[in-house]
């Protein structure tokens, strides 16, 4: 693979929505290319085929006529037809996919420990959760500049590890997480200079989500170094206080209830 998604530099890919795509920072691009490397590798509790199987549910949720009825009704249990699902992912798994990606801002503590009860373990619902992350991050980078959505990665073979850090323990999140303070060896890149936000530690049951987490946040927002200094832009070329303002907008347009 290049360290390119395609050529952003084309004529004929700026020319429908009038963008100098060659204004582009490089690092976005690269940053797209680790996260499609790595989703496409065995994780900790998804071989590489049942994680690219579940960036392809996130993106058919999307056109799910299912999850249109659901985001319409009173209540995100309300009964709908079957989703459209094009991969051979258990049907837990593929109402869990929809439903981040489609109604996110009526999850609940209790849904997941209904679907824990179904089969899907918190561990790997973490792990997926990072999947759906990346996957609309890098496609909502796409459809905003009116660029084709890159092709989903070939998933190498391999078995998932099975690793779950040590230090994970109960902090009154909805999952397990490890705080700095409990960090092992394989944890301990996370939380440099041994601080963190919930941001970060939310998906440390599975410490390569959070990773590329990191990833996306160093290129679409700012370095996460740069977070705790309000004035700090990452050298940007909008202000901290656009960025932000931008952010919050985003954010609530997407219904995060975060």
Same mark, same amino acid.
């Given at each position: ?6 050529? =952003? &530099?084309?004529?004929?890919? &700026? ?109 790997? =619902? ?33 078995? &998932?590890?099975? =690793?779950?850090?040590?230090? &994970? ?21 996370? =939380? ?67």
């Amino acid at each position: 693979m290049s360290d390119t998604l395609f050529n =952003y &530099a084309d004529p004929q890919v &700026a020319e429908p929505v009038g963008i100098e795509l060659q204004a582009i920072r490089p690092d976005i691009a690269h940053s797209h290319r680790q996260i499609w490397r790595q989703l496409a590798r065995p994780g900790c509790w998804w071989s590489g085929p049942e994680r690219t199987a579940i960036a392809q549910e996130s993106r058919n949720a999307r056109h799910c006529p299912a999850c249109v009825e659901r985001k319409s009704a009173l209540s995100p249990d309300a009964p709908t037809g079957p989703h459209n699902a094009t991969t051979d992912l258990p049907d837990v798994v593929v109402d869990t996919v929809h439903r981040i990606t489609t109604d996110p801002s009526r999850l609940s503590a209790a849904w997941l420990s209904r679907i824990n009860e179904e089969g899907l373990t918190t561990e790997a =619902y973490v792990e997926l959760l990072g999947i759906i992350v990346a996957v609309i991050s890098i496609d909502g980078f796409h459809r905003a500049l009116g660029l084709p959505l890159e092709p989903l990665p070939a998933a190498e073979s391999g078995e &998932a590890s099975g =690793y779950r850090p040590p230090g &994970a323990k109960d902090s009154g999140a909805w999952v397990p997480t490890v705080q700095p303070e409990d960090a092992g060896p394989n944890e301990s890149d996370l =939380y440099p200079g041994g601080r963190t936000g919930n941001v970060i530690s939310a998906m440390s049951l599975v410490p390569d989500a959070v990773r590329m987490l990191i990833t996306l946040s160093d290129a679409h927002y700012i370095p996460m170094h740069c977070v705790p200094v309000p004035g700090d832009n990452g050298g940007r070329a909008l202000t901290r206080s656009q960025i932000e303002l931008i952010a919050g907008r985003v954010s609530s347009i997407s219904e995060c209830f975060y």
